[in-house]
């Protein structure tokens, strides 16, 4: 028997697979939206960090990117604790990161309750997480 064929399910698309014949079982990530055209992000978000010379925001689109690859490339997931000095781009690379998926509410805080932190992490399987420090 051949092994089931490994898809990613984003909101009403299916990557990889037949949205016809793709059983999902399981929450879905609520929140991944589209939310505009990609060469408007592309232009404003994706360009701008890319070329502003901030370690954080080209790091926030590099982590982004990778994590929904990383179970096809049979990769382990990874995090990143991001430890530099106020104002040094972090808050504004964690915003960039949860742009990849859609709306900034893909940003959670750590100011959060264990239950909510769980909550976050669940519905953000093979996707980034961003968690920030400011509330």
């Given at each position: ?37 990609l060469r408007e992000w592309r232009r404003h978000v994706a ?5 502003a010379g901030v370690r954080w925001w080209r790091m926030a ?75």
């Amino acid at each position: 028997m051949k092994p089931p064929k490994t898809v990613f399910v984003l909101g009403e698309e299916v990557i990889g697979g037949d949205p016809e014949t793709t059983l999902f079982r399981g929450a879905a990530a609520p929140n991944v939206a589209v939310a505009g055209a990609l060469r408007e992000w592309r232009r404003h978000v994706a360009g701008p960090a890319c070329r502003a010379g901030v370690r954080w925001w080209r790091m926030a689109l590099l982590s982004a990117f990778s994590a929904p690859l990383l179970k096809a490339a049979d990769q382990p997931s990874f995090g990143i604790h991001g430890l530099d000095a106020s104002s040094g781009g972090k808050t504004c690379g964690l915003r960039i990161a949860a742009s990849v998926f859609g709306p900034s509410r893909f940003l959670s805080s750590w100011n959060s309750t264990a239950g909510a932190i769980e909550a976050a992490a669940a519905s953000s399987t093979d996707l980034v997480l961003a968690l920030d420090e400011i509330g």
